[in-house]
């Protein structure tokens, strides 16, 4: 990541929670990072507590990143979070209710620490990259805006409301904390950051709803998730040769009550009974327990794996094995997987709330209506036993869905996407980056577009918002 040309783009990524080791949105920003740095003269600051990690990631401290110590601050959030917390479910409103409250205080230690580089002209701007949630305020922010350094902020994604006639799972996942946050649009911290913002990157429509309608202009909608190509290699997959064997479906996440698994097992409950299902179901959580029992009443454990979680390294290869992606996720911000499902060409299934069904384009999966519990279980079973009689479909909508994770979703092309931010800001290029919204469903069909050069792909605007 050292300098290498007068003419790269050197940001300064803040990434406070990054980490190459763990999940969700550690991950995430640890991978959208580094995919920044490939293209630029990029140096990360992160929280102390990812330091052994980046450096065990080849990082270098000193060159390539820097690690500021906020450690008492963050173990507190974390530890009043699980105290407060229901036993045996962590409750993540209230973790992200208190991380809010001290982040501020990593951001004055950052703003010490690299004032004077930049005030020698060391950085053409700043990109704060984590936190995700689009209510933590920057203590940075107005004050780079004095000193005249662009501040880019986002991806930012949250704020999925809970949907009608799911109250039950919201008290179960003890949601309480999230009712607060309503308050964030009274804060003067959160709307200062925005306005002292030379570009928003706002993940979501939900989270594009929220900011102040003239502010979009500044906006650009950019989803936080992508694909890591050496796990999940865009690798056509075969076409089914054998219709008469099972249907292979599977589900990957979190077992916790809000993923809908239980209205998966219930749909697919009578084709799996007869043989034409087989369910593969990839995690761990609060309600696996539960889930296994209802497997076991539904007479249907032959055809159903629940063998835990699987390394996210091992992962691409378990999913290969299916015809079909379930996530009927009823409250999902991003939505990862579903990517990760599509990049091996297997369509998915969703539901049309929140994050994923901005990831899937027509044609490429199909995207159930969010109404009530029965209907939803009722859907889906006649679209299981639909595909089943016309598997042949499933191999058309991989293909595309492939595409579209080739056009839109590797970490390389979201490098590239953001990169044009960066020149827009800079004041490189003259119009604001736009792919669509959601990103690539304005744009030519996702079979041509796998056949266009990145570089065409990318820079050729959509008019979306």
Known sequence: MT????SRIRPLIIAEAANPALTSAALV??????????????HIVTEWRNRDDFIRAGMVEGRDFTAINNRRLQHLSWSLAGKLSRKGSFSWSLYALFSNLVYPFFERKLWHTFLPRFQAGEFDL????????PTTSSWMAPRLKKIGMPFVLGPLNGGVPWPQGFDDLRRQERDGAGRLRALHRYSRGLKQTRESASAILAASRTTLREIPAPLHQRCVFIPENAVDLEKFPLIPKPAASDPSK???ISFVGRLVALKGVDMLITAAAPMVRSGDLHIDIIGDGPERERLQQMVQSEGISSGVSMDGWVPHAQLGARLRESDLFVFPSIREFGGGVVLEAMALGIPTVVLDHGGPPELVPPGTGYVLPMTTREDIIARLRQLLAELKQDPAQLHSAGELAQAHVRSY???????????EVYRWVLGQRSSRPDWGTPMGFAHVPSSEASARP????????????
């Open 29 to 42: 920003g640890w991978s959208c990072a580094k995919a920044i740095a490939a293209v630029t003269d990029a």
């Open 126 to 133: 700043v990109h704060r990259v984590l936190p995700l949630s």
């Open 454 to 465: 990145m570089s065409e792909t990318l820079l050729v605007p959509d008019h979306g918002f």
């Open 409 to 419: 979703y590797t970490w390389e092309a979201k490098a590239a996407q953001i990169h």
């Open 3 to 6: 300098r290498t040309s007068s």
């Open 246 to 248: 099972p249907l292979r």
